[in-house]
């Protein structure tokens, strides 16, 4: 796991550690789990739409500003797509972690577990009457998307995912409404790409969605970034779209296709189209 350690911005600041930077810009250094120290450009923050790769060189993932991407000068071969930038505010490269939230390029699946789909999948919640404790229980959309917590809803709920013993390793994930039944959550832990393991994946809460479908731009920006990599759009305009947010008992809250402007309650049995996020430190290429 990456381990941010600070930015610099000054010449003098890294001139000691790496004489062959490019001094025009600060700098953030950070080290991964084999103890290196690694220097990167820090000098804009990602913004929704600039595009995750995964360079086979340094075998790191970085992002690269959208309107500088384009597949001559960074090849898939070398630099493989695997998200779109898709919520900025709290990760600035600046920020305490230094880590950007960015949505995968494919849709979560059942039968594809491990790679998923790169057509919209639908795929039920969870256990349709079981009120998960450690989970808020949002009672209003007001509150509901200010919940920025799709990380750890997600590892709450996998905590109850026993249903099927072996759904970490098996070809397909199944569902039923009974207990132990989280299937969606079961395929987000499963979905991996290029430079991304198991375990980095989750879906996202109500707010992170949030961000998006109340800000046409930002949505527009991640279309873009999404198109730039040959995949499909994310849109919401009469698309169901389910979180990991928890409103009661037996509801969740999502976007309703007969309601492309509001958050509502969505019975956890109901199947909704997921694009998984992830949050990493990376720097700029």
């Known amino acids: 796991?990456?381990?941010?350690?600070?930015?610099?911005?000054?010449?003098?600041d890294v001139q000691t550690?790496?004489?062959?930077?490019?001094l025009?810009?600060?700098?953030?250094?950070?080290?991964?789990?084999?103890?290196?120290?690694?220097?990167?450009?820090?000098?804009?923050?990602?913004?929704?739409?600039?595009?995750?790769?995964?360079?086979?060189?340094?075998?790191l993932l970085h992002y690269i500003k959208q309107a500088d991407y384009n597949t001559t000068s960074y090849p898939s071969?070398?630099?493989?797509?695997?998200?779109v930038v898709a919520y900025p505010e709290a990760d600035s490269i600046f920020g305490p972690t230094g880590e950007i939230t960015f949505m995968g390029m494919n849709w979560l699946s059942n039968t594809s577990p491990?790679?998923?789909q790169p057509t919209e999948q639908s795929i039920a919640w969870g256990h349709g009457s079981f009120n998960i404790p450690e989970l808020t229980n949002y009672s209003d959309s007001g509150t509901a998307i200010t919940d920025m917590n799709g990380k750890a809803n997600t590892e709450i709920v996998l905590n109850y995912a026993t249903a099927q013993t072996d759904w970490r390793t098996a070809s397909a994930i199944t569902w039923a409404n009974a207990a132990g039944e989280y299937p969606l959550f079961?395929?987000?832990?499963?979905?991996?790409?290029?430079?991304?393991?198991?375990?980095?994946?989750?879906?996202p809460a109500c707010g992170q969605l949030y961000y998006l479908s109340a800000n046409l731009d930002e949505l527009a920006k991640l279309?873009?970034?999404?198109?730039?990599i040959g995949a499909g759009l994310f849109e919401f305009q009469r698309k169901d779209r389910g979180t990991s947010t928890e409103s009661s008992l037996t509801m969740i809250w999502g976007m309703q296709n007969w309601d492309p402007s509001g958050w509502v309650p969505k019975p956890k049995t109901a199947s909704s189209p997921t694009r998984p996020y992830s949050s990493k430190l990376m720097t700029r290429i």
């Open 1 to 12: 796991m990456a381990k941010y350690i600070g930015t610099y911005s000054s010449s003098g």
């Open 17 to 22: 550690a790496l004489d062959n930077l490019e």
């Open 24 to 59: 025009s810009r600060p700098f953030i250094a950070y080290t991964t789990d084999n103890d290196k120290v690694y220097y990167g450009p820090a000098a804009e923050k990602a913004e929704v739409g600039d595009i995750v790769v995964y360079s086979v060189s340094d075998d």
């Open 77 to 83: 071969a070398s630099y493989v797509p695997v998200g």
């Open 114 to 116: 491990d790679s998923g």
């Open 186 to 203: 079961e395929c987000a832990w499963r979905y991996h790409t290029s430079g991304t393991s198991q375990g980095d994946w989750y879906v």
């Open 223 to 228: 279309n873009a970034g999404f198109t730039a």
